[in-house]
């Protein structure tokens, strides 16, 4: 395929913009341009060598990084409890330690079922915060007092049978869990908080303070490790023996996210070393290269 082509399928492919290649080539917008329809009249080897290095960098970058989606227990888990949760309107808590595919999980979910509300909190949020940023999911402006977000908030959602879900919850101070609360119990919407174990914790409070708030979580559920016949179906999805599932959960420690940086990087390594295949020993050495 001549290499216009190439990069033209490629910026379909992945919806790359002239300015996107731009950037990670150095090159000048309308310099690409030109080049694309045969127009330039520089140096078109200067150009073809940057694009070719581009092209070749992405398709490596792609096969190696992206691994496909793969329903494993942890998907299965949260995709149940907030399926409950969506048609019953109740609040669910999922918890479990870092890696173990939860903010997947949750994404995945809300992309099959549109009618879900996904907020990703972070350290910063205030019970405020919270109720801009689902003001803003509803497509209002997210502006006013805590009073008007949530008298507008509780008009959009009443009795709309949808549900809210909260990715690192953990991150909330109490107010925005109470706040999330007061959403339920006036709109009957379902609510899911998604988090580490420490959320369980907040949810309670430290002597039990907090009932009010715990005691209106309907489903909860703890998430271990990734489970040795996740892993079979991991590897079978990307080619791989899946006879090496023993081996990928010792050296991930069934860490989801630990686990596909292993297989990713065991996958370069033995193209790099002009192997056919992965096998034990490059599993090893390469769980050498990450972090504990």
Request: glycine share 6%.
């Amino acid at each position: 395929m001549d290499i216009r082509a190439e990069l033209k399928e490629l910026m379909e492919s992945k919806n790359y913009s002239i300015a996107f290649v731009a950037t990670a080539t150095g090159l000048a917008k309308s310099t690409i341009s030109m080049w694309i329809n045969d127009n330039y009249n520089g140096k078109n080897d200067k150009i073809t060598d940057a694009i070719n290095n581009f092209i070749n960098r992405e398709r490596e970058r792609i096969s190696n990084n992206d691994l496909p989606f793969v329903d494993i227990s942890t998907s299965r888990y949260i995709n149940e409890i907030g399926r409950l949760c969506h048609t019953q309107g109740k609040i669910g808590v999922c918890v479990g330690c870092a890696g173990l595919g939860k903010t997947v999980a949750v994404k995945r979910y809300t992309k099959m079922f549109m009618d879900s509300i996904l907020i990703e909190s972070d350290s910063g949020y205030t019970a405020k915060s919270l109720l801009k940023e689902v003001h803003r999911r509803l497509g209002l402006a997210g502006k006013g007092s805590v009073y008007d977000l949530m008298d507008e908030v509780v008009r959009k959602l009443n009795q709309s049978g949808r549900l809210l879900i909260i990715d690192e919850a953990e991150n909330l101070p109490y107010r925005a869990l109470e706040i999330a609360r007061r959403i339920h119990d006036k709109t009957g919407v379902g609510v899911l908080l998604v988090g580490r174990s420490i959320l369980l914790e907040n949810l309670k409070g430290y002597n039990n303070q907090y009932d009010q708030l715990y005691s209106r979580v309907k489903y909860t559920k703890i998430l271990n490790r990734i489970q040795l016949v996740d892993i079979q179906d991991i590897l079978r999805a990307v080619g791989q023996n899946p006879d090496l599932a023993d081996v990928y959960l010792q050296y991930s420690d069934g860490n989801t996210r630990r686990l596909e940086h292993l297989i990713t990087h065991s996958i370069s390594i033995a193209r790099f070393n002009d192997k056919a295949e992965v096998d034990s020993a490059v599993i090893q050495e390469t769980s050498k290269l990450l972090m504990a």
